[in-house]
């Protein structure tokens, strides 16, 4: 968006990495997932209005801690750090996971159960670990976020995107819903564009059609 704050496409934002307001995406996956949800320009995004709040929690390798992951949603449900102020995020839209499958009871899905408790609608990639069974990762496993699968062309599931159901919680039916999620066209750092594929790409295609639910039904609450 070129900025960051009042006035801008993101109008929020901290870098949990390096401990400082501005979350500039030095990796790219980020810039990616963003403008599928929201982009205005060569590239539309799914909802092209949205403002973007942006936490940058994984670092220039895309590498990410689970404290700092924890650390931005938690941001995201009280931007200002007060409380008494009703300034949450509607839509979180989550694209990272471990890299071994996850577990509903972890921190990082207990805090985006805690989001949802807010009345934050969450959108958590599945993961890139399918085709087999099992393969959730976390925070996708969360039993109270939308957790999105990758489907190509054809509509058919990407061999790539992490099959459920949740392990150990075989009544956790997991993922909870499709989208696109292989070559896909979005933003760049740079004023680029990029075709990138995943349950990354995926997840933001269904952050933006929940923003455009709820500016519909703003009352709706995530359920």
């Not at 670092?59 to 931005?72: Q, T």
Request: aromatic residues 4%.
């Amino acid at each position: 968006g070129g900025c960051v704050g009042s006035g801008c496409k993101v109008t929020d934002g901290y870098d949990f990495v390096n401990d400082d307001p501005d979350p500039m995406d030095d990796n790219g996956h980020g810039t990616h997932c963003a403008g599928i949800v929201a982009a205005d320009g060569v590239v539309q995004g799914v909802a092209r209005d949205a403002s973007v709040h942006a936490y940058k929690v994984c670092d220039e390798n895309g590498d990410c801690n689970a404290s700092d992951v924890i650390a931005g949603i938690e941001r995201a449900a009280d931007p200002d750090d007060d409380p008494s102020t009703h300034d949450s995020v509607d839509i979180l839209s989550i694209s990272l996971g471990t890299r071994t499958p996850g577990h509903p009871n972890d921190a990082q899905s207990l805090a985006v159960d805690a989001a949802v408790e807010q009345g934050i609608v969450a959108v958590v990639a599945a993961g890139n670990l399918g085709p087999e069974y099992h393969t959730m990762n976390s925070p996708g496993v969360a039993c109270k976020a939308f957790t999105v699968a990758a489907t190509d062309k054809n509509d058919a599931i990407a061999s790539y995107s992490s099959r459920g159901p949740v392990r150990g919680f075989c009544e956790l039916v997991k993922p909870d819903i499709v989208a696109p999620g292989v070559a896909i066209n979005s933003t760049w750092p740079g004023a680029d564009y990029r075709l990138l594929g995943g349950t990354s790409m995926a997840t933001p295609h269904v952050a933006g059609t929940a923003a455009l639910i709820k500016q519909l039904h703003p009352d709706w609450t995530p359920e």
